[in-house]
């Protein structure tokens, strides 16, 4: 009797297991393109150190910013005082120390009024375009057509030398710029279809506006952020240059230049070293401002 056909061997199946890859998010790729960019992390190192020996250094020292030692005038850098002192026999380094604290406070300070301006005018004029956003934007070309330091220094006039004035009137001339940036990506964004939904959805206008378009906007607001910490520490340096900013005994750094430069030919540490500080600060500012503006284009290649 024949056999029956043996059936088919089936081969034996493998099971392949795809290795997926962990999602990441936008900022943290971001972060991934930033951390690879050195400049970037060298002047946000820098900045660091920077704020933290401004913040801290001058409790560990033996001088105050104002103790003065009129014998002493001014000396060389030395021993006993590192970096030298002023004509009035004041230790330079802690004065330094102690005008970073103003520098870069009006800078934060004054950067956030413009950013809580310039965020919140600009989401409104795109949101509701039209006649509101004619309206709002022809209101930031009169305020273009304005010089932006004698207006400064009007209020600084009228209103008295106060450290929270400068930080308000400064911030109150640089939200122009910031406006214009957050009504144009606004703009593009009210059409996107996210936002149509919301609208169907019921949603008012405020939760729109501040909780989907504004969070959609962060890359350029950080960007411009970092960009205008050193044009509002330059706008105060020039303003403590002309008398206008910070009032003796205090100090920032545009003080300390605008003292240096008076002595600068018979005492060129009074100039050297706040000048060498303050143009360390700029640079990296404008660093990692760079290195921000790369890391956040989403148009950035992905390795």
């Not at 279809?193 to 609208?199: G, K, L, N, R």
Request: with cysteine; glycine share 10%; proline share 6%.
């Amino acid at each position: 009797m024949t056999p029956p056909p043996s059936a088919p061997s089936i081969p034996p199946t493998f099971s392949v297991v795809a290795e997926t890859e962990a999602g990441h998010s936008p900022w943290s790729d971001a972060w991934h393109r930033l951390g690879r960019n050195r400049l970037a992390v060298a002047g946000g190192c820098l900045l660091l150190v920077l704020a933290v020996a401004c913040i801290v250094g001058p409790w560990f020292s033996a001088y105050s910013y104002e103790d003065q030692n009129l014998d002493l005038g001014a000396a060389p850098p030395g021993a006993q005082h590192w970096l030298g002192t002023d004509t009035l026999g004041r230790d330079l380094l802690v004065r330094i120390l102690y005008g970073g604290r103003i520098s870069l406070g009006v800078g934060l300070c004054a950067t956030m009024v413009a950013l809580s301006l310039g965020v919140t005018y600009g989401a409104i004029a795109g949101f509701f375009g039209g006649k509101t956003d004619m309206f709002l934007m022809r209101v930031v070309d009169i305020m273009y057509a304005l010089p932006f330091t004698i207006f400064v220094i009007l209020l600084m006039v009228f209103f008295g030398r106060n450290i929270v004035l400068l930080f308000l009137a400064i911030g109150a001339v640089e939200w122009l710029t910031m406006a214009r940036i957050v009504r144009g990506q606004v703009m593009a964004l009210k059409k996107m279809e996210f936002i149509e939904a919301a609208q169907v959805l019921g949603f008012g206008r405020r939760r729109i506006i501040f909780r989907h378009m504004i969070p959609n906007v962060l890359g350029p607001i950080i960007v411009y952020a970092t960009l205008t910490i050193p044009a509002v520490m330059l706008l105060e340096a020039f303003l403590s240059f002309l008398g206008l900013g910070v009032q003796p005994p205090m100090s920032s750094w545009g003080t300390l230049i605008k003292d240096g430069a008076e002595k600068m030919e018979e005492f060129p540490w009074l100039i050297l070293y706040p000048g060498a500080i303050f143009s360390l600060t700029l640079f990296s500012l404008n660093f990692v401002g760079d290195g921000l503006r790369d890391a956040l284009d989403v148009r950035a290649a992905k390795d």
